[in-house]
């Protein structure tokens, strides 16, 4: 059974760093992109950073700059270390991994439960 664990979270003033961690575990043959999402309150939940296996990155307008995304094939494992943070970062971050469970098979995507960054101001 396919398992994303995330850490890392908490409360942090603005302007401080805080590094997220996800391992998958879990009969998983291949992880194709593993990203990281958020939800404020009230909002809707936004893509913040996503890898491919080959380390192509992508990240959002909001956090370019500010916030690295990385990951350890090896551990199937990814990071988000976040930089110079502001009170709008403040969220449930999740951790998304599109994964394969056998050779050739289809892609699935397997979410994390969340944790909270806080930032105070």
């Known amino acids: 059974q396919v398992q994303l664990v995330e850490s890392g979270g908490g409360l942090v003033q603005a302007g401080g760093s805080v590094r997220l961690s996800c391992a998958a575990s879990?009969?998983?043959?291949?992880?194709?992109?593993m990203g990281w999402y958020r939800q404020a309150p009230g909002k809707q939940r936004e893509l913040v950073a996503a890898?491919?296996?080959?380390?192509?990155?992508n990240y959002s307008d909001s956090v370019k700059g500010r916030f690295t995304i990385s990951r350890d094939n090896a551990k199937n494992t990814v990071y988000l270390q976040m930089n110079s943070l502001k009170p709008e970062d403040t969220a449930v971050y999740y951790c998304?991994?599109?994964?394969?469970?056998?050779?050739?098979?289809?892609?699935?995507?397997?979410w994390g439960q969340g944790t909270q960054v806080t930032v105070s101001s």
């Open positions: 879990g009969g998983i043959f291949s992880i194709n992109v």
């Open positions: 890898i491919t296996r080959g380390g192509n990155m």
């Open positions: 998304k991994a599109r994964l394969e469970l056998r050779p050739g098979g289809a892609d699935y995507d397997y």
